[in-house]
């Protein structure tokens, strides 16, 4: 070995003990010597593009990637990587020590003779991680994958991906094999050949050629189009393969996992002290990598939120841990706790018991732990509506419906119709609003609050009580749902204000002036139902400022399952619409099921009296199943709705855990359906588009069409598929 390779032996085993050295160049002669040749008995791994070796030096080893020769890689490409490598410098990026790009002239056979060409030798060097790839780890179940462990990993990977889009690297190839664990089990990512980096301003960058591993490659990237928009959403897409791979085991869901069942998969490996807490960052880890591998881009959280997510389950982590050493009442009353509820259903005595007999104590010495997720005021979720002109509206969340929707559309979403609370909470909550509707100061009300408990139902109510008022020349109401545009909100009040003169083709400047000059000299009231994000209002063309102005009432309503939403919105009142106390929620359940079914059995008020106790209070929930159970006398359903009831996880004060609740419980009511034909007749609602209305003779030409309607004479097809309908609206399925 020669001076040179020498003295970069030197500098390297210098950089193995001062990590602020910066990578170098090294000579091949090196490289060569510390592989002894790239024997393959130091080999450690091989891929597609490369074959990486163990690099032996006096006080470390290293890892020498050297990259097949006859791979035809340009120089800015090479070049690329190794710009993005030297920029990098994190905790959960492998660390990068130097780069060789070496061509010599060697004789080579060619068409019979020989000739003398140039051979490239390209190689990196990078620190040695010991414990293997993240894809090994998770293919060996010996290793128990106990759960704060895999939490660690997690979060370090996402700390790493948040590094690189921070300094406006994208990885591109992120992937289980290209995350490497070092001693400690912390994850370190690798393999920058697909990397792009941006410069300052540049937020995405168009390809023609995009390359990946299948599985981990974003859905967007498989349309077959001839140019390809890459954003850091790419790679959003993939952390959310990885950590729903990390919690399942398994290598790709074809659909979206059960959130329940990764739960209950998980039951038995946590320990006893942080069970509660641990379970709710398992939720929230499967709830973000559902949300990261979203089909929609657009709706796949970045990385700071990813971050910031995560660091409120760590902050709950944390202060679960005081409480346990400042207060071992607490501690004693857990294990108490889950001794005496070893025989029951796992999953509502493990966490919804001893989450309520923990906030209990915890409170008690510990204010500021009382609500650690206060925060998370209404999470978004994938609840949507779907309005039926006369009839229809729809009910039961996307993930569940997933077959149904890909005979149509991969995005359609459908969901549960608000029901109307008790007559004692509507008649407040009313009263309230259009209170607040006759002060003058007050321009935009805010009425929030989580799916189900009557937001929708109230809304309708304030415009069918100005209904031949005065006040007002004119009262609109519009549907909003998640990424609804500006265009179709001006469509629809253009609509409702029959603006001759509004043509759908025109572009938004030219509508809103439409609407603009139409409201500026009229009184008005703006209906605004189910708002997921912020919107500009004088974008569409409402007239401001809101309130009084020249004599004239200019008012804005608006629904959210989101407070911040309503800041967002300059909301200057607000309403929060809650759930039903037990005894208006008992009185509206017996109104639902009927007089007659309570008296055929005294024991089946009683197993009433607890079915609802597990519907938590819940409008909709309470409206559907009773409905459902309406002429049920056999007590072994009853009792098979409440332990399926009791499955549905709560939170106190989770916005997120309430929806999912109700969900679970309109699904009872669909599962409840007398055949499949009532089942299948309603998933078809799901291929009309979020908040269209749906004319009943329309949807009964589908279910004709469809074969699900099948009667020798087609007036008999429609009046069985109208009969068919008033079933699925007697489930409260449909809407009329």
């Known amino acids: 070995m020669g001076r040179q390779a020498s003295a970069a032996r030197n500098d390297l085993e210098h950089m193995l003990s001062d990590e602020k050295e910066q990578p170098k160049a090294l000579p091949l002669s090196l490289l060569e010597d510390i592989t002894d040749g790239f024997s393959e008995n130091l080999q450690i791994g091989r891929g597609g593009f490369a074959v990486v070796y163990k690099g032996v030096l006096e006080n470390g ?61 390209r190689l990196l060097c990078f620190e040695y991680v010991p414990k293997g790839s993240l894809d090994e780890y998770i293919k060996d179940a010996s290793n128990g994958h106990d759960w704060i462990k895999t939490y660690a990993i997690i979060n370090g990977i996402c700390e790493g991906l948040h590094y690189l889009h921070q300094n406006r690297i994208l990885h591109l190839d992120l992937k289980p094999a290209n995350i490497l664990l070092d001693g400690n089990m ?20 168009i390809t023609k050629n995009m390359a990946g591993t299948l599985g981990y490659i974003a859905p967007e990237f498989h349309s077959g189009g001839d140019i390809y928009t890459i954003t850091k959403k790419s790679d959003i897409y993939s952390l ?17 996992p059960d959130v329940d069942k990764v739960l209950e998969s998980w039951m038995n490996k946590l320990g006893k002290s942080q069970r509660v807490t641990q379970l709710k960052q398992i939720r929230l880890c499967i709830e973000l990598g559902i949300e990261c591998t979203d089909g929609n881009q657009a709706n796949r959280p970045d990385t700071p939120d990813i971050i910031n997510r995560l660091g409120e389950t760590e902050n709950a982590r944390i202060m679960t841990g005081v409480s346990s050493l400042t207060v071992p009442q607490v501690q004693r009353a857990l294990e108490k706790l889950e001794d005496a509820t070893k025989n029951l259903l796992p999953r509502r005595d493990i966490v919804h018991l001893m989450n309520d007999s923990a906030e209990k104590n915890v409170t008690h010495w510990q204010g500021a732990a009382k609500n650690l997720r206060a925060a998370q005021e209404c999470l978004n979720d994938n609840h949507h509506i779907v309005a039926v002109e006369s009839g229809p509206s729809i009910s039961v969340e996307d993930c569940n419906l997933r077959e149904a929707q890909e005979c149509h559309n991969h995005n359609l979403h459908i969901s549960a119709v608000e029901s109307s609370p008790s007559m004692s909470v509507e008649d407040r909550n009313l009263q309230e609003a259009l209170k607040l509707i006759k002060d003058d100061l007050v321009g935009v009300i805010g009425i929030w609050g989580p799916g189900g408990v009557g937001k929708t139902h109230l809304l309708n109510n304030i415009k069918n009580s100005l209904d031949g008022n005065t006040t007002f020349n004119y009262v609109v109401q519009v549907t909003i749902s998640r990424g609804c545009s500006v265009e179709k909100i001006q469509t629809d009040i253009a609509q409702q204000l029959n603006l001759d003169e509004f043509r759908k083709d025109s572009d938004v400047q030219f509508r809103c002036r439409i609407i ?25 063309g409402i007239p401001y400022p809101l309130g009084i102005e020249n004599q004239l009432r200019r008012k804005v309503v608006l629904t959210t399952r989101s407070r911040k939403v309503c800041g967002q919105m300059e909301v200057r009142k607000n309403i929060k619409v809650v759930c039903l106390q037990e005894d208006e929620a008992w009185q509206l359940f017996k109104e639902k099921v009927g007089h007659e079914t309570f008296s055929y059995n005294p024991r089946i008020e009683d197993l009433g009296k607890e079915l609802v106790k597990e519907m938590k209070g819940l409008p909709l929930a309470l409206v559907t199943i009773g409905k459902t159970m309406y002429a049920k006398t056999d007590t072994a359903k009853w009792e098979y709705a409440i332990e399926y009831m009791k499955q549905s996880w709560y939170v106190k004060d989770d916005p997120l855990d309430m929806e999912r609740v109700v969900f679970r419980q309109v699904k009872f009511s669909f599962d409840s359906l007398r055949n499949n034909i009532l089942r299948k007749c309603f998933l078809t609602c799901a291929l009309w588009p979020e908040d269209q209305k749906i004319p009943r003779e329309m949807l009964a030409r589908c279910w004709i069409g469809l074969g699900l309607v099948d009667e020798p ?14 079933e699925l609206s007697a489930a409260c399925l449909l809407e009329e």
């Open 186 to 205: 912390m994850p370190k990512i690798t393999d920058f050949g697909l990397s792009r980096c941006f410069d300052e301003k540049q937020t995405e960058a």
């Open 516 to 540: 603009y000059d139409f409201l500026k000299k009229r009184s008005f009231l703006i209906l605004v139902d189910d708002l997921w994000d912020q919107i500009d209002l004088q974008a569409v």
């Open 240 to 256: 959310g393969v990885i950590i729903i791979e990390m919690l399942t085991g398994k290598k790709w869901y074809p659909a979206y």
């Open 713 to 726: 004479e087609i007036k008999s097809s429609y009046i069985t598929a109208y009969n068919l309908m008033g």
């Open 61 to 121: 080893t290293i890892a020498v990637k050297k990259l097949f020769e006859r791979l035809d890689i340009p120089d800015n490409k090479f070049n690329e990587e190794i710009r993005c490598l030297m920029k990098v410098k994190h905790k959960n990026i492998v660390r990068f020590l130097g780069y060789c790009a070496n061509t010599q002239g060697e004789i080579v056979d060619h068409a019979g003779g020989v000739v003398m060409a140039d051979v490239r030798q």
